[in-house]
């Protein structure tokens, strides 16, 4: 730390992303990534960009914003996009939360909303999950707080229903409810159309998850006029050309090539039922994921010892130190190959176990 | 504006980007891009880079980082890559001014200061530029603030020379000061080198201009290793995946190619003497421009009337309506057929002014 940084952010302990090594090549599924590239027209549409980069991108996104207003049955006016989801999440941390509007997210959830509300100043405060890790939704009621919940919820991959997500937005009418949608596509049920009833309501997505497009960064909010043009005050006080032309480009041609996201998902379905049941066999527990991720624990080896042997042996799963979820490890699900590896692999760690 | 807009920001007027019109074909010569296209390697290094989004980039962005710290002769740790150099203004503006440390800049320069300053809470003083537009280095010795001075500045165009930026530095012993050297490829002097004399010393500096990459969004930060990592405690606390996979390709591609880069900066400046020397004969007077613009007035016409002449006739400059420089535009220098079609309409313009 230098002698000029500001006292505001002495105790801030940033975000720690998953490993990306260069040591070795591992099967990667510790970050949630799709293990499907994008459509071939994505990457022929970044092609085509890739030969106009003198000039800056359009700041308003014009292009890609309608057609993805389009394809959500929301107005233009009603989207932002984003450097990926992060950027939008952070910009409602700034937007809808300080010192008198704190916030509120379950004490299990994505790692990062506790650091957004940090780096900003915000208070916060986290609530339970029920012991099935479950999201208890009557515990956000009349927060007075503004609620931050991913849905599916990560890393357990629990969804809430929609009537559920729109009785906690009922209850908090006086609030802004933010809900994460980075993993909606793998089984979950979006709660968009909600945006059009309630003033109160902003939902963020990513490219990066059924997209295909991590690599890219690309997010996005949803939320009703007002919301979003005060996301966009901060956008344009923060970093106006914030996405690039060469993922604008990757975007449009996504957005026109849904068929191929939805059966990649559809894919990751399987596969998320395959491994389930193969870990299961094997004596796991897991929570039921609707996402593109599974969250298991096996009574005999310890969240982080399967986590250190896999890695040994060129897996790569992520383990979270966080003492109520310490005997779990988050695994992404890849193609059927790279799950079935994975399960030989356990079956071996196992095996050698006592 | 919602009604759940954060108090601390009703009052922030957000950062203007030039004209992006899409109605006709201009001659684009307002936001200071390059007329040139990037390297075709760096086309070439885009698209191989566009089979492969799927994965996260590298947060660390190891492989640019290295190849931009040896071009500039520092090491790894005393950089950072952003998001253009916007965001890495905005990281400075967080890590290293607040309520105790405000911020100080010239009241002419770039208008997106301010807004950072606002945007996170930061009481800032502008100091006047002097009657000819040049920065009076006296003014800013033992600030007790943050100082921030782009060399070149802009929209004037004027340089400060490294003994006069070091004095600064030396008579600001216990602030930050922040040199944004976006425009510096075209004649000005880089004080990188005193980075490594000087712990309260950040450069920042972009992709966007002299590298033809304004589309694909890159910037960086040079400082000691103390500031840097301020400044990466900041990144991952906001968004540690802040620069995609394709922009990553193409930085490096660009830095291996800097002949081409060294080349175009010579016809910039090329063209930046003959569009002078043209504007002078039409009766223009000028500020002496190291950067890839001009900045010009004209006894008979209004920066404002001549702005929106061009524009009616399809070529575009900057205007700014503060009251001091509100009778000039700024003027991009593009290829020299783009400068000759400028020369020819304010021919004209000025022949139908009575």
Redesign the interface.
């Known amino acids: ?9 002495k105790n ?1 302990t ?5 490993e ?1 090594p ?1 040591d070795m090549k591992y099967i ?1 599924l510790n ?1 949630n ?6 459509h071939d027209a ?2 022929q549409a ?2 085509n ?12 996104c ?1 292009e890609l914003t309608a057609l993805l207003a389009k394809q959500l049955g929301v107005d233009t006016e009603e989207v932002l996009l984003t ?2 989801s ?2 939008i999440l ?1 910009f409602a941390f ?5 010192k ?2 704190p916030a509120v997210f379950p004490d299990i959830t994505y790692g990062f909303y506790s ?2 509300a ?2 900003n100043g915000v208070p916060y405060s986290e609530i339970p999950l029920r012991d099935d890790f479950t999201i208890g939704i009557n515990d956000y009621f009349r927060s007075g707080k ?1 609620v931050f919940i991913a849905n599916p919820n990560a890393p357990t991959g629990i969804a809430l229903t929609v009537s559920e997500i729109e009785e906690i937005i009922i209850n908090n009418s006086e ?2 409810v933010v809900i994460d949608e980075a993993y909606v596509d793998f089984g979950g049920e979006s709660c968009i159309p909600l945006i059009k009833k309630y ?2 309501l902003l939902v963020t997505g990513t490219f ?1 998850k059924s997209r ?6 690309l997010g996005f909010g949803i939320g ?1 006029k ?2 979003i ?2 996301l ?16 604008l480009a ?1 975007g449009t041609a996504s957005l026109n090539n849904n068929d191929y996201t939805v059966q990649n998902c559809r894919t990751i379905i399987e596969n998320r039922q395959f491994t389930a049941e193969q870990l299961q066999k094997l004596g796991f527990s897991l929570t039921e994921s609707s996402a593109n991720f599974v969250f298991a624990k096996h009574p005999k080896i310890s969240g982080k010892e399967l986590y250190l042997k896999l890695k040994k042996n060129g897996i790569l799963v992520r383990h979270f130190d966080k003492e109520k979820i310490s005997e779990y490890n988050r695994i992404t699900i890849g193609t059927k190959e790279q799950m079935q590896a994975l399960i030989n692999e356990i079956k071996k760690i196992l095996e050698e176990q006592v």
């Open positions: 730390m230098s002698r000029f940084f500001s006292e505001k952010y801030l940033p975000y720690t992303p998953g990306q260069k990667k970050t990534e799709s293990p499907f590239e994008p994505v990457r970044v092609e960009a890739a030969g106009s980069l003198a000039l800056y991108p359009d700041p308003e014009r450097n990926g992060d950027e952070n700034m937007a809808f939360c300080d008198s509007h650091v957004f940090q780096i503004t609030s802004v003033d109160n990066s295909s497009m991590a690599g890219a960064r009703c007002a919301l043009q005060d966009n005050t901060i956008k344009y006080s923060t970093n106006p050309y914030n996405i690039n032309r060469l993922t990757a």
